[in-house]
């Protein structure tokens, strides 16, 4: 029997690695109009790094949790805001619901909850709106990473209203 010479890391042989699951992008879609901008600089990430993208939808206390599957209207048409920009790129959609807890916890108990789920996922990058709910906005996101030295969290500014072409 002959045995197949080994060869070194650097001979120019790929190797398949130790990839293992891939690490998604995380997008935080909170129902409200920057959920597209939030999407669109998601997909963007996703497309260069060549992983899919993970869609957190957050939802209000106030909607029963029971009713949260991905599944489930209120979640449906929090993606079907988006999907029109992030389907055609043919990336990869994770959807995931994160239901905000009720009351009022400590300012960043929302933050530190998607945090937790993005890490769940392996995700590395999390995008967010500069302005959402209390504790999923850009500033708190930022501020519980660096807390708990989670994933990365870009930044997208909201999006601007188009002006009408008759106005001053």
Same mark, same amino acid.
């Given at each position: 029997m002959t045995r197949q +010479?080994?060869?070194s890391a650097h001979d120019g042989v790929p190797r +398949?690695?130790?990839?293992g699951l891939a690490q998604p992008v995380a997008a935080v879609l909170t129902d409200r =109009?920057?959920? =597209?901008?939030v999407a669109e600089a998601a997909v963007r990430m996703a497309l260069t790094?060549? =992983?899919p993208l993970l869609l957190i939808v957050a939802m209000p206390p106030?909607?029963?949790r029971a009713s949260l599957a991905p599944t489930s209207a209120p979640v449906r048409a929090v993606l079907a805001r988006v999907m029109p920009k992030v389907g055609p790129h043919g990336t990869g959609c994770i959807p995931e619901v994160l239901h905000l807890p009720a009351g009022?916890?400590?300012r960043l108990a929302a933050a530190e909850a998607l945090l937790a789920l993005a890490t769940r996922h392996r995700a590395p990058h999390v995008v967010a709106a500069r302005r959402g709910p209390e504790g999923l906005d850009g500033l708190a996101l930022i501020e519980a990473a660096a807390l708990r030295?989670? +994933?990365s969290v870009h930044v997208v500014a909201p999006a601007r209203s188009p002006r009408h072409p008759l106005s001053p």
């Open positions: +010479p080994l060869h +398949p690695g130790r990839t =109009v920057d959920d =597209v901008a790094r060549r =992983v106030r909607i029963r009022r916890g400590s030295s989670g +994933p």
